[in-house]
């Protein structure tokens, strides 16, 4: 597949922070990349210098084969954006709201009002195109700021968090909407069918969203520390989660945070995730079943389970550079 979005050696400091460092990407048409982090991991700042609204110290960025230090406008004209605040006008109504970013991109009547009618009908908000924008629910918002981000048909989609602050079930409608968009490239690039896809990269604090892209990669204080299919990063972790049941969790984790091989214990709802050290599962299981014994009345439920991503985001957040 053809690479839509290429990142070589990208740096970007603000005075003394490093907030991007050596960031390199390549992501192919008709493909969905996470990028996740913890606060202050450089997700933001990587999207802005993709999209040009920052300048790299050094490095460069091409999207759709152009440059993003050399050819900008171009650049532009490839990508459709959506920010974590998209800045809608509430007195607009959703269709004109629609047509102001249409304009605004140089798209003539003959070209934007079929197009929005399209785009409208992909999001679902047709029957709302009337509607105030400042009257519309926090999910048809949503749906407003990815019609507009559609509406000139880009090869490239930058999502800066798009569905944080939402209910999970205009979160998963979100990602259907997604999912539609990569495998019906008519709706998201010129050329009725085609071409090769949309390339989407998101920002995303949810680790089920993570495991819903086909690759996700992990930044830590500006770098990527992991990169890989869902698949791939959990197998970092396989044979090195264990899931602890009993009756306190206090006392457990007590136990469990002095036990040799035992790396990072965590609360998972009425459950502990214990990380223990590679080829160290079958001595833990051991020592947490010599300190709860069943005769006791306090036995706990331990088991070897599969990784989560959320147990890999853990590992990775705490690893040392």
């Keep these: 597949m053809t690479a839509s979005i290429v990142a070589d050696h990208l740096r970007k400091t603000f005075g003394t922070t490093l907030a991007v460092n050596d960031l390199n990407l390549n992501i ?5 990349y996470g990028l996740v982090g913890s606060d202050g991991a450089g997700k933001t700042t990587s999207m802005r210098l993709l999209v040009g609204a920052l300048k790299a110290d050094s490095g ?5 084969g152009f440059s993003v230090n050399r050819q900008t406008e171009q650049v532009r004209a490839q990508i459709g954006y959506l920010s974590q605040r998209f800045p809608f006008y509430e007195d607009l109504s959703v269709l004109e709201n629609i047509r102001f970013f249409a304009e605004v991109r140089g798209l003539s009547r003959q070209e934007w009002l079929p197009r929005c009618m399209e785009i409208l009908k992909f999001v679902d908000l047709e029957a709302f195109k009337d509607r105030r924008a400042g009257q519309l629910s926090g999910g048809m918002k949503q749906k407003l700021g990815l ?6 048909r880009p090869k490239v989609l930058l ?5 944080t602050g939402v209910d999970p079930v205009t979160r998963q409608d979100f990602w259907q909407l997604l999912i539609r968009l990569v495998t019906t490239p008519s709706v ?6 085609k071409g090769e896809g ?3 990269i998101l920002s995303t604090p949810y680790m089920d969203e993570a495991a ?12 990527m520390i992991a990169e890989g299919t869902p698949s791939q990063l959990r197998a970092s972790l396989e044979g090195c989660i264990l899931e602890v049941r009993g009756r306190s969790l206090p006392a457990m984790r007590q136990v469990a945070v002095k036990i040799k091989g035992v790396e990072d214990v965590r609360a998972f709802g009425d459950k502990l995730h214990l990380r223990v050290a590679r080829g160290q599962a079958e001595p833990v299981l051991a020592a947490l079943a010599r300190a709860f014994p ?3 009345g306090d036995g706990v439920e331990a088991r070897l389970v599969p990784p989560t991503l959320e147990d890999v985001f853990i590992s990775l957040s705490e690893s040392k550079d």
């Design 198 to 200: 949309i390339a989407v």
């Design 60 to 64: 460069d960025a091409w999207i759709g």
């Design 188 to 193: 998201g690039e010129a050329g009725e069918g």
């Design 294 to 296: 069943v005769s006791s």
């Design 28 to 32: 192919a048409a008709g493909e969905i």
């Design 159 to 163: 999502l800066d968090e798009p569905t």
């Design 147 to 152: 019609a507009s981000a559609l509406v000139t």
């Design 212 to 223: 819903r892209c086909q690759r996700v990669g992990f930044m830590r204080l500006g770098r």
